[in-house]
């Protein structure tokens, strides 16, 4: 293969063996290739391997530990702290830790329930797939 | 020289921690037909798998036109231009035939046009069309996938062993469909188990042998191959 590639983000591509310049195959239409050019061009590349609801399902339980843990440090700090001052600022940084937990909680809800659903419609495709076949097969038997 | 408009490029893929493809090179240029034939478990439908991003490869590149798209969504792939026609036809059995046609306007075409360009196509659909697609006969399912696939209007077109538990006087038909749509300048890159129909329609072809690209290159050259590549295994 004559590939050659100068960095990840901008192959240099040449043809391998033989196009299909021996002029057997007929062209694609060049708008049509335009236009995939286009689409293509416009792409988002993740780079590889992104499960987008397990990883906002890790994000959720992520952000709920860390506010539980902001929520406990203020509880702590709050039962130390000597001034109001330093109590009323205790009781936000609670509050902040309480919503962030509560927004890693909704997160890992949605994503879990997103994959669960996910999973759950494959396979009602598979067996009604099943189905229909065992009853095709059923009726072409009597 | 051209760009190809899909390109595997040293690919390593598979299932889980175990890898099925060992280094794939493949390039598929506008308006080819590219056939990759080999026996069963040789990687054929992985490759395809990758194609198509809905598997990511470990390693190696997948290009567009010659952008690097490895790890895209595979919506998005499909959205772009690429459609995949699986093995075992991949339609839904419990829906009508229109409803079957109805799922491919995903890409924003509207119903009334991927009616008519799947009937003008495949007419004995037409007369079909509100029957359940799981009563239909093994090469009307097939011309289903096919019909669904082509009213996307794809630009590059993945088929994944459309000779599958057919009759050969159906997958002849079928074949023939696909040498029309190859003759409108699609690109194609066709998987087989089986030689003889695909190396008359192929610009070119490759065998594929324990998740390696064995041979390729101009179909007369490939046939030659084939028998020692099938019984024989790496030669």
């Known amino acids: ?108 809800v949605r994503n879990s329930i997103t994959r669960y659903l996910r999973y759950w419609i494959i396979r009602l495709v598979y067996e009604q797939r099943e189905q229909t076949e065992a009853i095709v097969k059923a009726l072409k038997e009597k | ?28 240029h506008g308006g080819e037909v590219f056939a990759l034939l080999g026996p069963n478990g040789a990687g ?16 190696g590149s997948l290009f567009l036109c010659g952008r690097d798209v490895t790890g895209c969504a595979t919506d ?11 093995e075992g036809r991949g339609i839904f059995p419990n829906l009508t035939v229109g409803e079957n046609l109805r799922m491919a306007t995903f890409t924003g075409a509207r119903y009334r046009d991927v009616v008519d360009r799947a009937f003008t196509q495949f007419p004995r659909l037409g007369e079909r069309r509100r029957q359940t697609a799981g009563t239909l006969s093994g090469g009307e399912q097939q011309m289903l996938a096919m019909a669904r696939a082509l009213a ?14 057919l009759a050969p006087i159906i997958v002849e038909e079928l074949y023939e469909h696909v040498r029309s749509i190859a003759a409108s300048g699609l690109s194609i890159l066709i998987v087989e188990q089986f030689a003889h129909e695909i190396l008359g329609i192929a610009d070119r072809a490759g065998i594929m042998l324990h998740g390696r690209l064995m041979h390729s290159g101009p179909p007369s050259s490939i046939a030659d191959e084939l028998a020692g590549a099938y019984l024989g295994g790496e030669r």
């Open chain 2, 44 to 59: 054929k439908s992985t490759t395809l798998a990758v194609a198509c991003g809905a598997i990511v490869p470990s390693s």
């Open chain 2, 152 to 165: 996307t209007d794809p630009a590059v077109l993945l088929i994944d062993e459309l000779s599958m538990g």
């Open chain 1, 1 to 108: 293969m004559n590939k050659t590639t100068t960095g990840d983000a901008d192959p240099v591509v040449a043809p391998a063996g033989a196009a299909p310049a021996d002029g057997k195959g007929p062209a694609m239409s060049s708008e049509r290739l335009a236009q995939f050019e286009d689409e293509v061009a416009k792409l988002k590349v993740t780079g590889g391997g992104v499960n987008p609801e397990r990883l906002g399902a890790k994000w959720g339980i992520g952000l709920t530990i860390v506010g539980f843990v902001v929520a406990v440090i203020a509880w702590f700090s709050a039962n130390g702290a000597g001034n109001m001052a330093d109590i009323n600022r205790s009781q936000i940084w609670a509050v902040i830790g309480v919503g962030i937990s509560i927004v890693g909680i909704a997160m890992w």
């Open chain 2, 76 to 86: 998005a792939v499909a959205r772009a231009g690429v459609c995949l026609i699986p």
């Open chain 2, 1 to 28: 020289m051209t760009v190809p408009v899909l390109e595997l490029s040293a690919i390593r893929a598979g299932y889980g921690r175990i890898d099925v493809l060992h280094g794939i090179d493949i390039a598929l």
